[in-house]
């Protein structure tokens, strides 16, 4: 499911890009290549339908990543295969510290081994 959200995202993405695109912010864009006043879709018409096509593709898109978020797969308890093979690489590389010891507790000297020879 997640899958198919992230795949409707980036389809909805270009496809808002390309209609922004068209767009020009003083009204030329794709309405400026239509010179004649007696075409099916008038120059009025062409900007309504951009916007609201921009609109409806950007709150198109807000719904889905507010569904990405909710459908993400949440099963990983310890994380993929290689973060764990990571992490035991960095705790065999990293020695064993010493024990430590209590304050005013003495040890025992060590003694010299004698060689038996």
């Given amino acids: ?3 198919l959200i992230v795949i409707l995202i980036l389809i909805v993405s270009v496809l808002l890009a390309l209609i922004v695109l068209v767009q020009n912010s003083k009204g030329g ?3 400026s290549n239509f010179g004649g ?9 062409t900007t309504d339908f951009l916007e609201k096509a921009t609109w409806t ?4 898109l807000v719904v889905l990543c507010l569904l990405s978020s909710i459908t993400i797969p ?5 994380g993929n295969a290689y973060d764990t093979e990571m992490r035991q690489q960095i705790e065999n590389m990293i020695p064993a510290a010493p ?3 209590a304050v005013g507790v003495e040890t025992p000297a060590e ?4 060689n038996p020879e």
């Fill in 1 to 3: 499911m997640y899958t």
């Fill in 99 to 101: 024990a430590t010891q």
């Fill in 74 to 78: 949440k099963n990983v308890k310890e």
């Fill in 29 to 31: 864009g794709l309405v």
């Fill in 111 to 114: 003694t010299p081994v004698e």
């Fill in 57 to 60: 593709l950007g709150g198109i």
């Fill in 37 to 45: 006043a007696n075409q099916m879709m008038g120059v009025r018409q």
